[in-house]
């Protein structure tokens, strides 16, 4: 079923406002991938908060154009699914990471990638699905900012132990001589 001018300009503006507020793309081939796949497939992303749609490439090219995925559009050819992770940038990369994970999901095959404007190849797949999640993001930074007030806290509690420690010591010093 062909699409008239009309539809495909609502797809192009759809498409083109996930990309614009998306923090990573992800295109993927899906030949060979039954209907029901697909649909679980789809149900996971929109647990997590991915944008996943199949797209006719053309319309893909020109909703991508002007945002930071215009990188993707030379790696935009045979039958794709788009991802766009909307609330994380790992998001698409692990439901395509643990999606893969089944045998029988391996006809899905992750073309590129895309972050911050910069096109990486299929491989890296792994690198952003281990990018940590908002919630671990602010938690490692939180962590980060609170270890030189433990430390210091560590050292002032120090000082009293060392003082008991020292007058402990000579006052066995003194027993032993005496």
Known sequence: MSLN????QAVVAEVAKVAASAHSAIAAEYRGLSVTQLTTLRVKAR????????VKNSLARRAV????FECLQPSLVGPLILAFSQREPGAAAR????????KAHDK?????????GQAYPAH???????LPTRDEAISLLMATMRAPLDKF??????????????????????????
């Open 153 to 178: 806290a560590q050292t002032l509690n120090e000082i009293p132990g060392k003082l008991v420690r020292t007058i402990d010591a000579i006052r066995q010093q003194k027993e032993e001589a005496a």
């Open 65 to 68: 154009q002007g945002t930071e």
């Open 108 to 116: 899905l095959i992750v073309k590129v990638l895309a972050v911050g």
């Open 124 to 130: 890296e797949l792994d690198r952003l699905a281990s």
């Open 47 to 54: 647990e997590t908060g991915v944008y996943l749609r199949v």
């Open 95 to 102: 439901i395509f990471k643990e999606f893969l994970k089944e």
């Open 5 to 8: 001018l009309a539809e495909k």
